[in-house]
């Protein structure tokens, strides 16, 4: 069975540290992951998408990493801020065109 | 470079209505994706449709849900016989044609439709 599993499931952190939320998915043979931002009662904003053939994606201060021989993917937030705070999704694609499967999510935290 | 747009944004049902959710994809996106976010659970994959095809159903409930994606106009997802267990937050999102798609297989969000059943 394809899942998708993100841990913590929640997050509190002070502004300026640099935290990694993690995401792994038990079938390796994935097309593509994806990291999305969800706000409370909002639509999901994509942050980065990793092919199956990439190590990693960069977008200012965030960085996804994609391990797919270990079913991991992690997405590193330097220098949070408040405005960070969010709920972080992952998901993968197991075929071009294909549905998501998403994680649970992690609900980020930032304290000024 | 009007986004996913979805309508309405909330919606009132009371048990046994049925519930009409309506989407527009970015211009010449013409794949959608219906997803659903059940309260205090993750998005989960309903449908994925093409103009005029359903591409895949499997995670559509067996019945009071249908969804269609005509040649003109918006992609529908009807609910029919409306249920508390259908209040939910109900997603659209789409992507390019894989034909032309240069950049790999982004896909785009809409902001939701909130359905509640009372």
């Known amino acids: 069975k394809q899942e998708v599993t993100q841990i913590p499931a929640a997050l509190s952190v002070p502004e300026g540290e640099n935290l990694v939320l993690n995401c792994s998915f038990t079938d390796s043979a994935i097309y593509n992951l994806q990291w999305f931002r969800q706000d409370p009662g909002k639509g999901l904003t994509s942050l980065l998408l990793?092919?199956?053939?990439?190590r990693e994606q960069t977008s200012g201060r965030l960085n996804a990493s994609l391990d797919k021989s270990s079913g991991r993917s992690t997405l590193y937030i330097a220098a949070s801020q408040p405005g960070d705070s969010a709920t972080y999704l992952c998901a993968v694609r197991y075929n071009q065109g294909g549905k998501l499967i998403f994680g649970q999510g992690t609900e980020l935290s930032v304290k000024p | 470079n009007a986004g996913v747009m979805q309508n309405p944004r909330h919606l009132v049902r009371r048990r046994g209505q049925e519930a009409r959710l309506r989407c527009s994809p970015m211009?010449?996106?013409?794949?959608v994706y219906w997803y659903r976010q059940l309260p205090e659970e993750g998005l989960k994959f309903m449908v994925y449709l093409q103009k005029e095809n359903i591409i895949d159903e499997s995670g559509m409930p067996k019945e009071r849900f249908s969804a269609e994606f005509p040649k003109e106009g918006p992609s529908i997802l009807r609910i029919q016989q409306v249920v508390r267990g259908d209040s939910a937050a109900y997603f659209c999102?789409?992507?390019?044609?894989?034909?032309?798609?240069?950049?790999?297989?982004?896909?785009?969000f809409g902001e939701g439709s909130w359905l509640t059943v009372v």
């Open positions: 990793i092919q199956s053939s990439q």
């Open positions: 999102a789409s992507s390019l044609d894989l034909l032309t798609a240069s950049s790999g297989n982004t896909i785009y």
């Open positions: 211009k010449g996106h013409s794949h």
